[in-house]
């Protein structure tokens, strides 16, 4: 089974300084057709997760360029380069390569 | 704008059965991947059913031969019937869209709350 794993689980961060949150599969996710599966969601207190990034650094609509994925195969990074007090929440990567699973979460709130 | 509307979720006793609805507008269910995805209180996000753009449907294990998924393209709604449920099936149940080609899960709906309790 395919098994993601964040670190770390709680991320506290003074304002305006940069984070960072890690993913990794416990196998490729490189799909046959070459794609790589590897998404990023947000989950604000009391909403419905939204995604991020998408085939690991294709930033969603709307999402501010703040936020930004990189990784390759079986190594994943969510950067925010400069927190915001609207970045409060629990952050998922998810991969679609081998069917859907997700990682445990990243609680990230404000120092 | 793309709008998902889950409906459905109550509370039922252990062994019992119910169906969610999720009422789509701005795309078509018919020929769109679709997906449920649960959240248990406090805790992650899981993947539960998927219904492809041609019609095909998968289970996660937890669910398999109780949890089946549906569509009605005459009323743009998805559906997931649940049977014999558990304690272990409470959770809030996402409906949200998205296949391969948009990188899976790109829309997701407000959410729809299933507490299996005596």
């Known amino acids: 089974d395919e098994v993601l794993t964040q670190s770390p689980l709680s991320l506290a961060v003074t304002l305006g300084q940069p984070a960072s949150i890690s993913c990794r599969s416990n196998?490729?996710?490189?799909?046959?057709?070459?794609?790589?599966?590897l998404n990023w969601f947000q989950q604000r207190p009391g909403q419905s997760p939204r995604r991020l990034i998408y085939?690991?650094?294709n930033r969603d609509s709307g999402v501010p360029d703040r936020f930004s994925g990189s990784g390759s195969d079986t190594d994943f990074t969510l950067k925010i380069s400069r927190v915001e007090a609207d970045d409060v929440g629990v952050y998922y990567c998810?991969?679609?390569?081998?069917?859907?699973?997700f990682g445990q979460g990243t609680k990230v709130e404000i120092k | 704008e793309v709008q998902l509307v889950e409906s459905g979720g109550g509370l039922v006793q252990p062994g019992g059965s119910l169906r969610l609805s999720c009422a789509a507008s701005?795309?078509?269910?018919?020929?769109?991947?679709m997906s449920w995805v649960r959240q248990a209180p406090g805790k992650g996000l899981e993947w539960v059913s998927v219904?492809?753009?041609?019609?095909?449907?998968y289970y996660a294990d937890s669910v398999k031969g109780r949890f089946t998924i549906s569509r009605d393209s005459s009323k743009n709604t998805l559906y997931l019937q649940m049977n014999s449920l558990t304690t272990d099936d409470t959770a809030v149940y996402y409906c949200?869209?998205?296949?391969?080609?948009?990188?899976?899960?790109?829309?997701w709906g407000q959410g729809t709350l299933v507490t299996v309790s005596s």
């Open positions: 196998q490729s996710l490189v799909y046959s057709d070459g794609n790589i599966y």
């Open positions: 085939k690991v650094s």
């Open positions: 219904i492809y753009g041609g019609g095909s449907t």
């Open positions: 701005g795309f078509t269910v018919g020929n769109s991947y």
């Open positions: 998810m991969q679609g390569t081998h069917w859907w699973t």
């Open positions: 949200v869209r998205g296949g391969h080609r948009s990188g899976w899960f790109d829309y």
